[in-house]
């Protein structure tokens, strides 16, 4: 009797342990699987919108530093294909590898430190190039290209120095066994990565500082635009200002909300050590808004407009019954 009570727990409880694990492996694979779509997302997109700002003729102006930043996000959607692909078609494969091994075999642990760095740092800059031209508008004065360039510079070689930072842990880490999947938090050492999470991080919030800056100083030019010498030439030019500031304020935005944020909650649960089903969210949504800025650049573009114009005729044309 004891013994077919206890069979019958046994079975119960194997039962139920093999489907909590399915629900788990189910949940796992289908956040990988988005972060595939959302990374494929992000390079389409991306390339889109680089292709349209260089058909503008914007990219060699204020879209500039802002093109940098969807270049991070075409890397980092590059890196989430890549890295999550393996992933899937290697579910469960058990295998064992070094740090150092997964970077020289795998391009994503590469990917994901340029890319984030060069968004977190674009980012930044982006934000000091609207304080500046706001302030110069103010002034009356044009804006400097070159202080643009020298940022440019600054951003790209910022990013290459943590790149090579990341190596150089991964390299002191040779000799230490992990799991084949090469996760981030296993190939760099703890150093590193807490203090290429807490840049990104950080760079996030001052950059969200800096426009708030940016759009108190715009406010005060509106209310004092009648002072100037010449207040419509001075009214056309906060217009401009404001549309651009608008526009890249959504990127600041959609960056700060749902990329810091999940990187707060990212170094949140690898300092306790643990793993939450909130983390794999924050990190999707994270993907998610590798593409947001982009599509929203497309949408509002004068092209757009265009050819929502010519649809609309068109199908307003076919719609129109002749009268007898």
Not at 162 to 188: E, F, G, N
Not at 296 to 308: E, F, G
């Amino acid at each position: 009797m004891l013994v077919k009570m206890y069979n019958e727990t046994h079975l119960n409880y194997s039962k139920n342990a093999s489907n909590l694990f399915e629900k788990k492996s189910l949940f796992v694979l289908s956040t990988w699987t988005l972060r595939v779509v959302f990374g494929l997302l992000a390079c389409l997109t991306n390339c889109f919108y680089l292709i349209l700002t260089i058909y503008e003729k914007s990219i060699f102006k204020s879209q500039k530093i802002v093109a940098v930043n969807a270049a991070g996000c075409i890397i980092l959607g590059i890196g989430l294909v890549e890295a999550y692909l393996l992933r899937i078609v290697g579910y469960q494969v058990p295998g064992v590898s070094t740090p150092f091994h997964c970077i020289l075999a795998n391009a994503h642990p590469t990917m994901y430190s340029l890319g984030e760095l060069l968004t977190a740092y674009s980012l930044l800059f982006v934000s000091i190039d609207r304080l500046i031209a706001i302030r110069q508008t103010k002034l009356l004065k044009a804006v400097n290209e070159t202080s643009r360039n020298y940022m440019l510079i600054a951003c790209i070689i910022l990013s290459l120095i943590d790149l090579i930072c990341m190596w150089i842990s991964a390299y002191l880490l040779r000799m230490k066994t992990i799991p084949a999947a090469c996760y981030r938090s296993h190939v760099v050492g703890r150093s590193y990565y807490l203090f290429h999470f807490s840049c990104c991080i950080l760079l996030a919030y001052c950059s969200l500082c800096f426009y708030i800056i940016g759009l108190i100083q715009l406010k005060s030019a509106f209310k004092n635009r009648l002072k100037a010498a010449n207040p419509l030439i001075q009214k056309l030019r906060l217009n401009r200002e404001s549309l651009v500031t608008k526009k890249t304020f959504i990127l600041i935005g959609f960056t700060v909300l749902l990329q810091g944020i999940p990187n707060t909650l990212r170094i949140y649960f690898f300092l306790n050590k643990n793993h939450s089903w909130i983390s794999d969210i924050a990190l999707t949504i994270n993907a998610f808004a590798l593409s947001l800025y982009a599509i929203y650049y497309i949408v509002t573009s004068d092209i757009a407009k265009s050819v929502k114009k010519k649809v609309t005729s068109t199908f307003h044309r076919n719609s129109v019954t002749p009268q007898f």
